[in-house]
């Protein structure tokens, strides 16, 4: 097991000493800085797996560590624990709004700084991990994500009943998730099934934007943005969908800075794959897209790799994809069935040469 390293940001020399044979005796590599300034530093060069803080410090104080350190991608997610003399609950809520992750509160004894470290650790690490797409994997992520353990001042119920309280529906085929134009009122996670996300021109034309699977979050691009949705999100086939209130989501993005980190990292991901789909549309030929369209499907419904994949979908979905007629694509599937790389029965697909679809010309 890799021993951990922990940063110790601390002004008062025998605080700073005594906390940092505590956790070197349980076996924790520790780094000290004996001021804000110097922490950053540390904190940036050494890049710990924990961060313990003073509050009340010369050069910068504990709010301003978190702030600077918060505003760089290599350090936002690291755990912050606060040390403060002082045990007023303004100062915690001040804390925990910043994105602090524990408080802890001078003076402490061994048992509670050493359980203060382990529980902050282990939540960190299962976070990185990642949880099942499931609704296990769901509740698991939204009590790992926020839960505190009451020395901060705060208590687990909120979270709890957030994983309790979300709404969950099921969708026929083709039945709306939500419309475009609409006000998100939280974002969505797809417990089973398969969900499009699609715009229309002012003919009635469709142009698929994204598709989702199971485990996927989908809707908060619309609402971090503050902005009405931009696309309609239809089933695929029969779906079972969660719902999170948006208050109860902000809450838990202001609340842990390795949830916010997350979402941020897919909404630039999201985003960049919808610029990378609109330069294929302006440069690919209809018969690379038409590839292109069927190995995205592979990519993102594909359950067994050991076998050909295989989906049912409307020839017009994939003229959506794609952005071309429907006509267009039938021809260029009857082309792809005659090449061997597909074959079709009805609706459905299925590939029978993945690598010649990569590797399609333009």
């Known amino acids: 097991m890799d021993t951990k390293k922990i940063l110790l940001i601390e002004d ?15 076996n924790y590599e520790v780094v000290t800085a004996s001021n804000g300034k110097e922490g950053v530093r540390l904190a940036q ?18 709010y301003g560590v978190l702030h600077m350190l918060g505003k760089a991608d290599q350090t936002a997610n690291i755990p912050f624990i606060f040390l403060t003399a002082k045990a007023e609950r303004s100062d915690q809520r001040k804390g925990m709004s910043m994105g602090a992750d524990d408080y802890l509160t001078k003076p402490y004894d061994d048992v509670e700084l050493l359980s203060a470290v382990e529980v902050r650790l282990q939540k960190s690490e299962r976070l990185r991990a990642g949880f099942n797409r499931s609704v296990e994997g769901l509740d698991a992520f939204l009590n790992e994500s926020g839960l505190r353990d009451g020395r901060d001042g705060r208590t687990t119920d909120a979270l709890h009943q957030l994983t309790e309280e979300k709404r969950i529906k099921s969708f026929r085929k083709k039945e709306t998730v939500y419309t475009e134009g609409s006000f998100p009122t939280g974002i969505f996670f797809l417990i089973e099934g398969k969900i499009k996300a699609y715009r229309a021109n002012e003919s009635g034309k469709e142009f698929i934007t994204d598709l989702y699977k199971e485990g996927d979050f989908f809707g908060y691009v619309d609402l971090l943005q503050d902005n009405p949705y931009q696309d ?8 079972e969908v969660a719902l999170i209130p948006k208050e109860d989501f902000f809450e838990l993005l202001q609340g842990n800075r390795e949830v916010s980190s997350r979402f941020i990292k ?15 549309l302006a440069y690919n030929s209809v018969r690379k897209r038409v590839a292109e369209a069927i190995v995205m499907l592979a990519q993102r419904y594909q359950a067994d790799k050991a076998r050909p994949f295989s989906m049912a979908i409307t020839r017009e979905d994939i003229a ?29 697909i299925t590939i029978l040469n993945y690598e010649k679809l990569v590797r399609m010309r333009n």
Do not use: H, W, Y
Request: aromatic fraction near 2%; charge should be negative; charged fraction near 30%.
């Open 266 to 280: 897919m909404l630039s991901n999201e985003i960049k794959e919808r610029e990378e789909r609109l330069l294929q």
């Open 232 to 239: 309609t999100a239809v089933a695929l086939g029969e779906s």
């Open 320 to 348: 959506s994809i794609v952005g071309t007629a429907t006509e267009t694509v039938i021809r260029t599937l009857s082309d792809f069935k005659q090449e061997k790389l597909v074959e079709m029965k009805g609706s459905l």
């Open 12 to 26: 008062n020399p025998e605080m700073r000493e005594n906390t940092a044979e505590i956790l070197e005796l349980s």
């Open 45 to 62: 060069q050494e890049l710990p797996d924990l961060i313990i803080c003073d509050i009340m410090m010369p050069e910068l104080d504990g």
